[in-house]
């Protein structure tokens, strides 16, 4: 079987196993990968960017390698190989986790339960409930949405499609440094550099597929390009930028804004404030808008990715290659 086949058959099948199963509760692969790089951390640190890329290299380059690894010993058995791609992407996707946390909060804000609801807001984002309303914490959910649905769902099946098992493990692994060292705090600000940067250059090609797609999906294509194009480079981060402004002019609403991390308070510039309309946390179900739209972007990509993978390698197949010799005078 060809790889590209390979890749779409798994594919399809981790992201259906993410559909009925979710996470797992205990024993994730991500969760023990987290707990292997803490334990990496706890050797190597230093306030000091050599060291912190070091621990980049070890942690994402031990993942990458470990998916080489699995994917060599398989190779002859297709069906192995299928099985693993699939088990590889349930491990690596996220995106039933996202939209069950994500309507749990939305259904504590429906029942009025604010404190319920900032309760669950951890679950999703490392913002401070404490410090939001109930409109706001509607709004930090869809921001979520938005922003995980290109880390979670994705991006990692972009680097499934171009790397096969170690481009998914080793997304994820470059994805999960950057939630755990890449923030700007004293303890991170040079230690988690590497971790950082390397995430935004992973993240860039499924950022961008993100909202290509986000325009299709959505229910007004004319507003996702409009707020992508007019807002997305105001945004400090270079992938959520596109993800969240196409998000924001999709759905109709303004994103971004005042918020806060961590008691540091952030006022990042408003998404789509000339056309879009507050997230409100009840009667006009934003979130549960946000969650369907992800849904259709995540399944889309899937299809692009696979899509993809199967052109280039029947391209390159030998069946297509021409050898035409040349005269010699």
């Not at 981790?14 to 205990?26: A, K």
Request: aromatic share 4%; proline share 4%; net charge positive.
């Amino acid at each position: 079987m060809r790889a590209g086949r390979v890749f779409a058959y798994g594919a399809a099948a981790g992201l259906l196993g993410d559909l009925l199963l979710g996470d797992p509760r205990r024993g994730h692969p991500v969760a023990a990968f987290g707990r292997a790089a803490g334990a990496v951390e706890r050797v190597l640190w230093r306030d000091h960017r050599g060291w912190g890329a070091l621990h980049t290299a070890v942690c994402a380059g031990g993942a990458a390698a470990l998916g080489l690894a699995a994917s060599r010993a398989v190779r002859r058995s297709p069906a192995a190989s299928v099985a693993l791609t699939a088990a590889a992407t349930w491990a690596v996707v996220g995106g039933t986790s996202l939209a069950r946390e994500a309507s749990d909060v939305g259904r504590a804000l429906e029942a009025g339960d604010v404190e319920a609801a900032r309760a669950r807001l951890p679950h999703l984002c490392g913002r401070d409930p404490q410090a939001l309303d109930a409109d706001g914490i509607a709004r930090a959910v869809v921001e979520s949405v938005a922003e995980n649905t290109s880390d979670a769902v994705v991006g990692a099946l972009v680097w499934g499609a171009v790397a096969g098992v170690p481009g998914l493990l080793g997304f994820r692994a470059v994805n999960t440094l950057d939630a755990m060292v890449g923030h700007k705090s004293p303890r991170y600000l040079r230690y988690g550099w590497a971790s950082a940067r390397l995430d935004d250059l992973a993240g860039w090609p499924g950022a961008r597929l993100t909202a290509v797609l986000t325009t299709v999906a959505g229910g007004d294509p004319r507003g996702a390009v409009r707020a992508w194009r007019a807002d997305a480079a105001r945004h400090p981060s270079p992938n959520a930028g596109p993800v969240e402004a196409s998000f924001a002019g999709a759905l109709g609403v303004r994103l971004g804004g005042t918020l806060s991390y961590g008691g540091r308070v952030e006022h990042r510039p408003v998404l789509n404030g000339a056309a879009g309309r507050a997230v409100r946390a009840s009667g006009s179900g934003d979130i549960d808008r946000a969650v369907r739209l992800s849904r259709r972007v995540g399944w889309l990509a899937l299809g692009v990715c696979a899509g993809a993978r199967l052109l280039v390698r029947g391209a390159v197949s030998p069946k297509n290659r021409h050898v035409t010799k040349g005269r010699t005078s």
